[in-house]
């Protein structure tokens, strides 16, 4: 995601993040991927209260809703995540996003996927996917890597390497295949 997306995400305040998820939901606010976007973006802006003493109380919500989400639904998409616009969160259970992934407009992330890093010895490495990225049930993406705009990742999928922008892939590790 570029400076340029990140700096619109910010200028367009956070109910109009929430307005456009919601949308981007089928104007479903009982989504379990809903509410841990709605989290998420709540955890963002809690962090821009200043000073530190007036944030403690929204920090102290934030971890419950988070761990709310995480429990029940089974989708851990912590505040430090950062992600774009309309991203769709599909299906609940089994999702985990590593802290330092980024997240570009416009993606699909089902249930089963994670996206983290591959070596302990470089625990901050973590993927980006650009805009328009449908992850299939079951994948996995790993690694610092890059995946393109309007990429396909096949259902349980291990993605290892980057993805040039419009392929798809499947397999495990990863294949790109003809469309």
Known sequence: MSAMTIKKLENIGFFAQIKEDWIAHGKDWTKPGFRAVVIQRFGVWRMKIEPKIL???FSILYRMLFRKVRNTYGIELPYTVQLGRRVVVEHQSGIVIHGNAIIGDD???RQGVTIGNRH????LEAPKLHNKVNVGAGAKIFGNIEIGNR????ANAVVLKDIPDGKTVVGIPAKIIDN
């Open 55 to 57: 944030r403690a109380p």
């Open 107 to 109: 993606c699909i992330i």
């Open 151 to 154: 990429v396909n990742i096949g």
């Open 120 to 123: 302990l010895d470089r625990p």
